[in-house]
C-alpha cells in the first residue's frame, strides 16, 4: 500500500469515534481562547488517546460527523509520513468536504502528532489559513509542554492529562455519587471511604483498574520502565542508566519526601557512581518533564531560600507508591497527601509547602487563581494524640507566618473529621474534600 491510499484509509476511519459508553469521562477541559491549537499531554498510559477520542465523541454531538475527525499518526503504515503529506491529507479531506472550506468550522483530532516531522509548521499554516480547530497529542519523549510554546510561537495552549482523579476513578467503577457528600447516607459514606482505600493503593492508570495485585504492580513497573527508556533516555540521550534508575526508585520508594539534590548526590557517589551534581539535577528535571514526578518548593519569597532548600517530590500516581514499594510498609498516609496535591493541581492551585521558622512543617500552602490561600495538613492518622497535637501545632505556627491564609485539615474518614475541634481550623473527610 503506498503512502498515499494508507492516508486515504486512515481519512476513511477519521469520522469513527469509539462509542460513549466505553469512555469514561474525563473533568478535563480545553481552555476557549481563538486562534489557538491545544496539545494535550501527559505522562504515559494516562488516557491522553482516550480523551481526544471524548473530545471528538463530544463534538460530534454538536455537528455532523464529518466536521470531527481522529487521526492517529501511530500506525505502522505511516511510518514515513511527513509535512508534506500532511498537506496531501488536508487537500484530500477537503475535497471530500469541499462545502466546508472556508465556511464551516471543523476540528481535526490527531493523536501521536510527534511522529510526523515537520507537524509544527503544518499546523502554523493551516490555523493560518484554514478553518480549522486542532487538538494534538503526543508522548513526552518528543512534545515537551515548553517545546509546543516554541514551536508554534505562542499559539498553542497544553492541557495535561493523569491518571484518574477519584471521582474519575468513581466514575470509572460506574460509583459516582449524584449527590454531595454531605447528604450521604451511612451506607453511603461507608461505600466511599472504601472506595477511597482501594484508590490509595491502586491509584488511577485506566489500565490498572480491576487487576489483582500480581498482575497490576508489573504493569505499573513496566510504565515506569517505558518512561524512563522512552521519554527520559531517549529522548535526552541520558547514558548513566543505572544513575537514572536509582534516582527513580529512590524517589518511588520515598514518596512524599524531601529530595535534595546534595544528599542524592553524594548518596549516588558512596553507590559507585561516577556523575556529577548537575547531571543529578538533570535527571530530577527529566523525570519531572516525563510527567513521571513533580516537585514543590519551600514557600518563600526569596528566591536563595527556595534553591538551597529540598524540594518535596510527589509521584503522578499513588498506584506507584505500592509498585515500588519493596519493605511492605503501609503508605496510606503518603498515599492520601499524593492524592491530594493531585487534586491541588488539578483546581489550578500554585503549590508549595511550609516550613516554620521553628522548624515545624505544613503539607501545603495552596494559592488559587481566585487570590485565595489555603494551609493544608493531611492526617490519615488521627487516632494518635500526639501525631494529630503536632499537625495542628504546625497549622498554628504556619498560620502566624501567612495569615491570609484559611487553614484545613484533611483526614481519613468523616467520624474522624468530626470528632476534631480546632480554632480556625476546617478538618473535612477527605473523600468530601476530593469530591467537591
Not at 509544527?120 to 508522548?139: A, H, K, N, P, Q
Not at 451511612?186 to 490509595?200: F, N, P, Q, V, W
Not at 487487576?211 to 497490576?216: C, E, H, I
Not at 514526578?293 to 517530590?313: D, G, H, M, Y
Request: aromatic residues 8%; contains cysteine.
Amino acid at each position: 500500500m503506498t503512502l498515499v491510499h494508507a492516508l486515504r484509509e486512515k481519512l476513511n476511519g477519521a469520522v469513527d469515534t469509539l462509542a460513549p459508553s466505553a469512555l469514561t469521562l474525563r473533568d478535563i477541559q480545553l481552555t476557549r481562547i481563538a486562534n489557538k491549537a491545544h496539545a494535550v499531554v501527559g505522562t504515559r498510559r494516562a488516557g491522553k488517546t482516550c480523551f481526544l477520542r471524548q473530545l471528538q465523541a463530544t463534538r460530534r454531538a454538536e455537528v455532523v460527523a464529518e466536521r470531527a475527525i481522529f487521526i492517529g499518526f501511530d500506525d505502522d503504515r505511516l511510518a514515513d509520513i511527513d509535512a508534506e503529506q500532511l498537506d496531501e491529507l488536508l487537500e484530500e479531506y477537503y475535497r471530500r468536504y469541499p462545502h466546508f472550506r472556508g465556511r464551516e468550522r471543523v476540528w481535526w483530532y490527531l493523536d501521536e502528532i510527534q511522529l510526523v516531522p515537520g507537524w509544527d509548521r503544518f499546523m502554523r499554516r493551516v490555523m493560518d489559513t484554514e478553518e480549522i480547530d486542532l487538538v494534538v497529542s503526543g508522548s513526552s519523549a518528543r512534545l515537551l509542554s515548553r517545546e509546543i510554546h516554541t514551536s508554534l510561537r505562542g499559539r498553542a495552549l497544553a492541557t495535561v492529562v493523569s491518571p484518574f482523579s477519584f471521582r474519575e476513578f468513581l466514575r470509572h467503577h460506574g460509583e459516582e455519587p449524584k449527590k454531595p457528600a454531605g447528604r450521604f447516607t451511612a451506607a453511603e459514606r461507608s461505600s466511599i471511604e472504601k472506595r477511597l482505600g482501594e484508590y490509595l493503593v491502586v491509584g488511577g492508570f485506566p489500565e490498572a483498574q480491576g487487576l489483582d495485585v500480581a498482575t497490576r504492580i508489573p504493569l505499573l513497573q513496566g510504565y515506569v520502565d517505558t518512561v524512563l527508556f522512552r521519554d527520559v533516555v531517549e529522548r535526552f540521550g541520558v547514558t548513566q542508566v543505572a544513575a537514572l534508575r536509582w534516582v527513580t526508585r529512590h524517589a518511588l520508594r520515598n514518596p512524599c519526601g524531601s529530595f535534595s539534590v546534595n544528599r542524592l548526590y553524594h548518596d549516588l557517589r558512596s553507590q559507585g557512581h561516577a556523575i556529577g551534581k548537575a547531571a543529578v539535577h538533570d535527571l530530577l528535571d527529566h523525570l519531572i518533564d516525563a510527567f513521571l514526578l513533580a516537585a514543590v518548593p519551600v514557600a518563600t519569597e526569596s528566591e536563595r531560600r527556595r534553591n538551597t532548600n529540598p524540594r518535596k517530590i510527589y509521584p503522578v500516581d499513588p498506584g506507584l507508591i505500592r509498585a515500588f514499594d519493596s519493605g511492605g510498609r503501609s503508605n496510606v498516609g503518603h498515599a492520601l497527601e499524593l492524592v491530594v496535591f493531585n487534586e491541588l493541581q488539578r483546581r489550578g492551585a500554585d503549590v508549595s509547602y511550609v516550613k516554620t521558622q521553628g522548624d515545624l512543617e505544613v503539607d501545603f500552602l495552596a494559592r488559587f487563581p481566585g487570590g485565595d490561600e489555603e494551609l493544608i495538613q493531611v492526617c490519615a492518622d488521627t487516632a494518635d494524640a500526639e501525631t494529630l497535637g503536632r499537625e495542628l501545632a504546625s497549622l498554628d505556627a504556619a498560620s502566624r507566618e501567612h495569615p491570609r491564609a484559611t487553614r484545613r485539615l484533611v483526614v481519613m474518614d468523616a467520624r474522624a473529621a468530626a470528632s476534631i475541634s480546632h480554632p480556625q481550623t476546617r478538618s473535612v473527610a477527605a473523600h468530601e474534600w476530593l469530591l467537591q
